[in-house]
């Protein structure tokens, strides 16, 4: 088998595809054909050696596949050898076949495809868990997504919308004006945009319930001042460290010296709350699995849809990562892996 490697710290010339020999899983593992992988803007950070929980180098990465089950580990009771699946894997996923635990892969249902499957894991799960689970999202709402053309944007908007919010406010750059709106959110451009400004005009004066912050610096703060009382800031990335294909030491020095401490008098007394979100971190898995279990219900009855920008053959991974790189990317970007 074949499977993507990063070399070492660095840009696009330390990727590397590799042969090796197929792994064998565990009693409680599946051994998964990858059809399709997601590929993420933290895959991006990790190469530049900018994630800190990331392996060391030299690694596969990867956080989510679809594909199907070629051999089940003994322990296995509720997936099979041929079951189409869809799984989140902690690393690895980059490859023609990757083992996974049960407890981290769901059985498709045959409407879904392998496209839509690998789309969700990351970005559809991390965006129903910022604004459903730690949220406690409810009808009338406001929402403010940062990115909003991006994997998690577009899974964001779809999803408060689909559970009755009032307001969608996503900022992009100024090229995806159309596509954003046409996505259902207000747009407003980062190139000189006041996001602040147009969320408290949007929501008479009061300022957004939610807001959604990838991008991390200073930004977080401009986001928290979006804030109504009782809103919610979550941060779930920080791609202002990595504004080019390489590494730039500067640039995530000056993010992280930006970066606010909050003083919790001041949150407690303006009711605002801040949470730090990595799905890859999370270690409840039981929570994991009912999130895909809705999502993927709401997936089979259409009421969300996975826009897919475009799907790159794996030996083309530097060029897929460069078109998230260069901001191109309108939705999930996917690796093809089909036998």
């Known amino acids: ?27 409680d593992e599946i051994l998964v054909e990858v059809h399709k992988a997601g590929i993420n803007f933290a895959d991006l950070m ?14 596969t990465p990867g956080y989510e596949v679809a594909g ?27 490859s023609q076949q990757v083992v996974v635990q049960e407890n981290q892969a769901w059985v498709l ?24 689970f730690l949220g406690n999202f409810q009808v009338g709402n406001s929402v403010l997504i940062h990115h909003a053309a991006g994997g998690v944007g577009t899974a964001a908007s779809q999803i408060a919308n689909l559970l009755g919010a009032s307001v969608v406010v996503g900022t ?24 602040v400004k147009v969320c408290k005009e949007k ?35 920080a791609s202002s460290a990595s504004p080019k294909i390489r590494t730039s030491w500067l640039a995530a ?12 008098i001041k949150m407690m007394n303006s009711n605002k709350s801040v949470f730090g979100v990595h799905m890859g971190m999370w270690d409840d898995k039981e929570v994991l699995k009912q999130h895909m279990i809705k999502l993927a219900q709401w997936l089979k009855e259409g009421k969300i849809d996975p826009i897919i920008d475009s799907t790159f053959h794996f030996e083309d991974v ?10 191109k990317n309108k939705g999930k970007v996917l690796l093809d892996f089909s036998p």
């Open 203 to 237: 929501t008479g004066g009061k300022g957004v319930d939610h807001a959604l912050d990838p991008v991390g610096g200073k930004h977080v703060m401009l986001s928290y001042k979006a804030l109504c009382s009782g809103g919610r800031l979550y941060v779930f990335g």
């Open 318 to 327: 530097a060029a897929a990562q460069k078109h998230i790189h260069d901001r």
């Open 1 to 27: 088998m074949r499977k993507i490697i990063y070399r070492k710290r660095g840009g696009l010339d330390s990727i590397e595809v590799i042969d090796c020999e197929t792994p064998t899983p565990k009693s």
């Open 46 to 59: 990790m190469r530049q050696g900018l994630y800190g929980a990331a392996p060391d180098f030299p690694f």
């Open 109 to 132: 249902p045959e409407e879904v495809s392998f496209a839509s499957a690998a789309a969700m894991p990351v970005a559809y799960v991390t965006a129903f868990h910022m604004l459903s």
């Open 253 to 264: 020095y000056r993010m992280w010296r930006q970066t606010p401490r909050f003083d919790p």
């Open 172 to 195: 992009s750059s100024s090229g995806k004006k159309d596509f954003v709106e046409n996505q259902g959110m207000i747009h407003v451009s980062k190139e000189g945009g006041d996001f």
């Open 68 to 94: 199907i089950v070629l051999e089940c580990g003994e322990d296995i009771k509720g997936i099979a050898i041929g079951d189409r699946v869809v799984a989140m894997t902690n690393f690895g996923g980059y």
